[in-house]
């Protein structure tokens, strides 16, 4: 009984610190609710349970007496932060300096790493989706993939940050991924070389037949301009207005809120595009679409996916609910939260779901994502051989030669019949899309 007396004086100061300031926000609860005296029944829900406090007084009281090494105050108390935050739901988190750095980077384009996207799973994480162009889509990694192991190192009993921690690194050293994938027995191996993530938002390319077609792999800064930009050179390809507009986002995780507006405003004339709802005055607000639609009314396609998330789905539902596309692939993601980061120091931020978005039609996406208006998987494209009774006319021996030829500039390059021999789901929009403007010059 002496030793833990005389131990627990050693902590006095630590604990009396922290008590103090739990206290002090108690009375702050208390005097804020003064003025609702006249309701002397109704508990404040600001009120700090003062038996969960003495709790973890005394928790953490027992972790600095008897615990097998030292640890000092501050892990301790960033380890009850990440800890309170881990309670929450899988985006809200403490930052470090570097995972506030990573923030900053990503948001701004550029990063080191494999290239993924990835929120906490049993047993491991999960890849929300492998980012254009980086070493995780190079080597074949896919959304929905579940990694078990990194280093050969399980990740049973590792938190997600910690997790993607580890994935960072000395740019060109080489990492072991273990992925577990759906349908797949046997767990896959992949190396990969870590190295600058560098990403450009927006990919265009002109398809023919009047559509073009734009990739958005993320939503960064710059996404809203970059879009206007990659528009006006399919125009220039084209050479006037062009008849339609693929919009892939599909694997797109999210990204920057005021970008995804910013692309919806570029489609639509007006309306509604997302609104948010949280505790705090500060997260709720409208965002409304300014006049003008960047594509005079030419019909839109949206390809989707379960990779699809967050402020990408924002533009797909706000398209959507507006009919101003059709939306064709699988269910998106389904994260319809938002996330504020919020500075604490110079060297730590706190990354913290503060409201919810909803559609312009009021739908929260939180769980369910945006269905499709079309459902169409992803396959494989076989190669299909010609059958042997397929005959035409210019195949007779004789046969007489066409007298016409065709003045068109706008036909399908090798470029652009590779893309769409290797994308069941882009092919497929591709021939709805032709059939639309079809239609549409016919009617006018």
Request: glycine residues 8%; charged residues 25%.
């Amino acid at each position: 009984m002496v030793n833990q007396v005389s131990l627990k004086r050693l902590t006095a100061s630590s604990l009396c610190l922290l008590l103090s300031v739990f206290l002090s926000f108690s009375i702050q609860a208390s005097e804020t609710g003064a003025d609702k005296a006249s309701q002397p029944e109704k508990k404040s829900s600001e009120q700090l349970p003062l038996d969960e406090l003495r709790l973890f007084a005394e928790v953490y009281n027992r972790i600095k007496s008897t615990y097998v090494e030292e640890v000092d105050d501050k892990t301790l108390i960033k380890g009850a932060i990440a800890g309170m935050l881990d309670s929450l739901d899988p985006h809200s988190r403490y930052l470090d300096r570097q995972a506030f750095d990573d923030v900053q980077d990503s948001s701004s384009g550029q990063y080191g790493g494999l290239g993924v996207q990835v929120v906490p799973e049993d047993g491991g994480i999960k890849i929300i989706t492998p980012l254009d162009d980086s070493p995780a889509k190079r080597a074949g990694i896919r959304a929905g993939d579940r990694v078990v192991k990194i280093n050969n190192s399980p990740l049973r009993n590792v938190k997600a940050e910690d997790a993607m921690q580890m994935m960072r690194g000395e740019m060109g050293e080489m990492i072991h991924l273990t992925i577990r994938r759906e349908g797949f027995d046997e767990l896959l191996e992949f190396d990969l070389i870590r190295e600058i993530i560098k990403l450009s938002s927006i990919r265009e390319l002109w398809l023919g037949n009047g559509i073009g077609y734009i990739r958005i792999s993320q939503f960064q800064r710059r996404t809203g301009f970059d879009l206007s930009e990659a528009i006006d050179s399919l125009s220039e390809q084209y050479g006037g207005k062009i008849k339609g507009l693929i919009l892939d986002m599909r694997d797109n995780p999210g990204g920057v809120l005021t970008a995804a507006e910013s692309v919806s405003n570029a489609f639509l004339d007006g309306g509604l595009i997302v609104s948010t709802r949280g505790k705090v005055s500060e997260s709720n607000y409208q965002f409304y679409a300014d006049k003008g639609d960047l594509l005079f009314g030419a019909p839109i396609i949206a390809l989707i996916n379960s990779g699809t998330a967050s402020a990408a789905e924002i533009v797909a539902g706000a398209l959507q609910d507006h009919k101003r596309a059709v939306i064709i692939g699988t269910r998106s993601f389904g994260k319809g939260s938002v996330q504020t980061v919020m500075p604490l120091s110079e060297n730590a931020a706190l990354k913290l779901t503060t409201s919810r978005y909803y559609t312009p039609s009021g739908r929260s996406i939180q769980g369910t994502g945006i269905s499709p208006d079309i459902e169409i998987h992803q396959r494989e494209i076989a190669d299909a051989e010609q059958q042997e009774s397929e005959v035409y006319e210019s195949d007779l021996k004789g046969s007489l030669p066409n007298d016409s030829f065709s003045t068109s500039k706008d036909e399908i390059t090798e470029e652009v019949q590779r893309a769409l021999d290797n994308d069941f789901q882009l092919a497929e929009a591709f021939n709805l899309l032709r059939g639309i403007t079809i239609l549409s010059l016919k009617s006018n």
